[in-house]
């Protein structure tokens, strides 16, 4: 039996990373997410409900109490782009 690829996802979202590697292979397990945004947690955890979501700004995170893993994902600010930003990009 082969080991689990431990990732942890960083700038997490909602979740897209975590869903694009546990679709492709079920070795992958996410061992670590994060995000500032309160309703992203929300979903995330509605998502992936044995996620260890840590919510708040990764500079104020120890980097002790991130656990060791394989892969980092870090995903990329979509605000900018998004309704919510109002599109007005960088």
Do not use: W
């Amino acid at each position: 039996m082969s080991k689990n690829i431990k990732f942890i996802d960083l700038f997490a979202g909602t979740g897209a990373f975590h869903k694009a590697f546990i679709n492709t292979d079920k070795r992958y397990k996410c061992v670590f997410s994060n995000d500032l945004c309160k309703n992203a947690k929300k979903i995330y955890e509605l998502n992936f409900p044995e996620s260890q979501f840590v919510l708040g700004n990764l500079n104020d995170i120890k980097i002790s109490s991130i656990p060791k893993h394989d892969i980092l994902c870090g995903g990329f600010p979509c605000q900018p782009f998004s309704l919510a930003g109002q599109k007005k990009r960088f």
